[in-house]
Each structure stands twice: as C-alpha cells, then as structure tokens.
C-alpha cells in the first residue's frame, strides 16, 4: 500500500483518537484534520501534532449533525486528498437512563455513519492509486451483549457488523475497511470505570498496533489476544452458558 500521508480523525481530543493523531503525527503525516467537543484539549493535541511538523487543521464538531459532519469531511479531501478517514468518536455510559441510551447510540453508530458514509462516496467517484481507507473504531465489547452496558455494547456490535461487511461490499473498488475491536485502553471511558480491566492498555500502544494493522490492510483488528479469544469463544456458547458466564462480570458504576 502507499503510504498513509492525510488522516481526518474523529473524537481526537483524547484516548485511542488522540494516540493516532500524535501516532500519525511522529511518523510523517503530511495533514491531520482532527475533531472533537472539547476545545482546550483538541487546541492541545493539535499543538503536540504540530510540532513534528505536520499540518493540522482542527474542528470543533459534534459528529451527530450528519450535514455539518459532511461538508466537513468534503471541506477536508479539498485541502488534500484523504487517505484515510478514522470514525473514532464514541461514549459509554454505566447508568442505563433514556437519556443516556439514546446518546450512546446516536453517536457511537449514527456519528460512525456520518462519518464514513461521505468518506466512501468520495472514494468511490475518485479515480485514484492513493490510499483510500475507512477505519471504524468498534470493540471487544460488540462480540456478546453485556448487562453492564447494554447500550455500548449493542452500538459496538452493530459498527462492527455494518463495517465488515461494507468491506466485503466495497473491496472491488479498490476501498478498504477496517473496524478496530480494542480491549480496555486508556481513555477518558476506562478512566471512569471501576470494574476490572484485565490486560489494560496505554493509548499509544494501542496506536501504534491501529496504525500498523491498518497499513496492512488487517480487516478485523481486535487486540490483545487473550481478550479476543475469550470474546469469540464466549460468542461461539450456546446462550444458556454464555448468559450465565456474562451476568457474572461486574456492571460498571
């Protein structure tokens, strides 16, 4: 593949979006166009990204907004061509109200679909050898429903379905897909939980296997191994074993 060079991120501000941006940044990115709902910390990260002499352009955005989310995107891939466009921006929630639910899906699933939606219909009227990648960040948390957090879980698997099989659908057009299944990785979500963390991760490790796997064209990056494993054995359980394996981890409080 060549190489990965103008890199749009969502949900930059922190975690595993801030890692790839600082990631990318350090290895010769030539343009970042980041966005997020902080301003302190998107000003942040952008001035770390800068420094290694990366062009950085950043937005305050609420990935929600479908048509602002889109002129965006197409605002970008004006300034250069995208290479690869990151749907990163997500939350959890560990209380299950209304309000909470309805903010969990619209943007873990409906701010993923604004995102590489206009990402995949600029890719597809582009006549180009140049990279043309979309990355979805999902997690291990999408291979079962957990009772701990019905809402993430749920938004999780449904991102993770929809994008392998948009990258069985999209793959003749020479665009590739991939969908990024972390375990528990430093983030302002795992910094609220309290709830065991088995194999946990710092953020720019999780990074650099993102980055890495993506420059292969890895379809499913699930990671790390042990947690994947156990993800798809506990999938693969009738569900009278499985329920009775999941009701026992904690819910997060």
């Given amino acids: 593949m060549n190489t990965i060079k103008n890199i749009l991120i969502t949900g930059a501000s922190s975690g595993i979006g801030e890692a790839l941006a600082l990631y990318y940044a ?15 910390r998107l000003e942040r990260i952008t001035n770390e990204c800068e420094k290694f002499g990366t062009k950085v352009f950043s937005t305050i955005l609420d990935v929600t907004d479908r048509e602002k989310v889109s002129n965006w995107i197409m605002d ?3 300034k250069a061509r995208l290479h690869l466009v990151f749907a ?10 209304s309000e909470n639910i309805y903010n969990t899906f619209n943007i873990n699933i409906f701010g993923v679909l604004n ?14 050898t140049e990279p043309k990648i979309v990355a979805i960040t999902a997690s291990i948390a999408g291979y079962h429903g957990l009772a701990g957090c019905p809402s993430y879980s749920a938004s999780k698997a449904c991102v993770k379905a929809y994008g392998e099989a948009l990258r069985l659908r999209v793959a003749k057009e020479n665009i590739q897909v991939n969908v990024i299944c972390p375990g ?11 709830c065991p963390m088995p194999f946990f991760m710092e953020a720019d490790n999780a990074a650099e296997i993102i980055a890495k796997r993506i420059q ?6 699930t990671f790390p191994w042990p947690m994947r494993f156990a993800a798809w054995f506990g999938a693969m359980l009738p569900n009278c074993i499985s329920n ?9 409080v």
């Fill in 76 to 78: 970008c891939n004006k």
């Fill in 216 to 221: 292969k064209n890895v379809g499913l990056i």
């Fill in 115 to 128: 995102t590489i939606t206009p990402a995949i219909n600029i890719y597809q009227n582009m006549d180009s």
């Fill in 26 to 40: 350090k290895n010769g990115a030539q343009n970042l166009f980041l966005c997020g709902r902080n301003k302190e």
């Fill in 244 to 252: 009775f394996i999941y009701s026992k981890i904690p819910y997060k």
């Fill in 184 to 194: 528990f990785v430093r983030s302002r979500i795992t910094d609220k939980n309290t």
């Fill in 88 to 97: 990163n921006a997500g939350v959890s929630t560990g209380e299950e109200t």
